[in-house]
């Protein structure tokens, strides 16, 4: 989906972003498909919404 919507290159992996040993990465950089439970995907940005700098009315 990210892919499909032009957005992969926005999107960032963080894996147990509070913890010790956490891990962060580029979504498309990431090799494998594991994550474990607290892992999350975060895409920058909702340049659509209204009111954004650049969204059409």
């Known amino acids: ?3 499909a919507t ?5 999107a960032v ?3 147990r972003g ?3 040993g956490s891990v962060s990465m580029k979504l498309a950089d ?3 498909d594991k994550a474990p439970y607290f ?5 920058a ?3 659509g919404r209204p009111g954004a700098v ?3 009315a």
Do not use: C, N
């Open 6 to 10: 032009a957005k992969l290159s926005r």
């Open 1 to 3: 989906a990210l892919e």
């Open 39 to 43: 892992a999350i995907v975060l895409v």
């Open 13 to 15: 992996y963080v894996e």
């Open 18 to 20: 509070t913890m010790a």
């Open 30 to 32: 990431k090799k494998d």
């Open 54 to 56: 650049g969204a059409q």
């Open 45 to 47: 940005g909702w340049s």
